[in-house]
């Protein structure tokens, strides 16, 4: 961090080891392209405008010429959601994974019209604590549902109608790193979903085909929405908690030991 005229600004590094650069040529639909590369970066910001410069990337390299490029602000059209509001919690705003329920997401779309979520984006969960989500060793039913209902009241039309949301969305489980863990739930949202835009809200329910024996204390979890092309990533965290108690035999600390202890 570091104290400008302007303003106190931040400093992130990224240091990529040797033989794990970035490519500049990748392959798409098996012809050779420019790769393209999206970093999501997670803030709080105070009053900013559009068009306001956010970010600056300096990008240097040890054994060659030197560059510089600017990362200006993201585009009027990048995809936002106003909040995820997880459903069914207890007055601590938790909720329990061993309670058995689907987990419910009600998703609210951003106030400006040019940021709405559309039919065919995409939706990660990234469930924390990342290493409890490990599958037990056998287990062949690794899979998730979901489902969508629609934002209540009329859609303005014209001709007004009810609101749009499938019901069914398309889900798929796998892993952040690629291991035995599960920990990332994406969903591509209805094909007739109406625009989250506005205030409009949708609720998502999801039903995995497992539950993690390992517990854990109330956390968030995080939460990336991109347009249908899976571009113009956005990241937040959800609003309330999830908790789990451990399966019986899956935890081993104790705070009192008794009897004698050498």
């Not at 105070?46 to 390299?61: A, E, F, H, K, P």
Request: include cysteine; charged fraction near 20%; glycine fraction near 8%.
């Amino acid at each position: 961090r570091y104290l400008n005229t302007a303003a106190i600004l931040r400093e992130v590094f990224v240091k990529f080891g040797k033989g794990a650069g970035l490519k500049h040529i990748c392959q798409s639909g098996g012809s050779p392209v420019k790769c393209e590369y999206q970093i999501v970066v997670n803030a709080r910001l105070g009053s900013i405008q559009l068009g306001d410069r956010l970010v600056d990337i300096d990008t240097s390299c040890a054994t060659c010429a030197s560059s510089l490029g600017v990362w200006t602000a993201a585009g009027a059209s990048e995809p936002q959601l106003e909040s995820i509001e997880v459903l069914d919690v207890s007055s601590d705003k938790v909720f329990d994974w061993q309670s058995g329920a689907d987990l419910q997401l009600r998703l609210r779309g951003s106030p400006e019209a040019t940021k709405a979520v559309v039919a065919g984006a995409k939706l990660r969960l990234y469930l924390w604590p990342l290493t409890a989500w490990e599958v037990a060793a056998g287990s062949t039913d690794l899979s998730c549902n979901a489902t969508c209902t629609a934002h209540s009241g009329e859609f303005a039309g014209p001709p007004a109608r009810p609101f749009r949301c499938g019901p069914d969305a398309l889900c798929d489980l796998s892993s952040v790193a690629g291991s035995s863990h599960r920990n990332l739930v994406t969903a591509v949202l209805p094909e007739d979903m109406d625009p989250l835009v506005a205030g409009t809200t949708h609720t998502l329910s999801f039903s995995l085909s497992f539950s993690p024996e390992a517990g854990w204390f109330p956390t968030r979890f995080g939460v990336q929405v991109t347009d249908p092309s899976d571009s113009k990533p956005v990241h937040t965290i959800t609003s309330q908690f999830t908790a789990k108690q451990p399966d019986a035999g899956a935890s081993f600390a104790r705070l009192v030991v008794t009897g004698r202890t050498g």
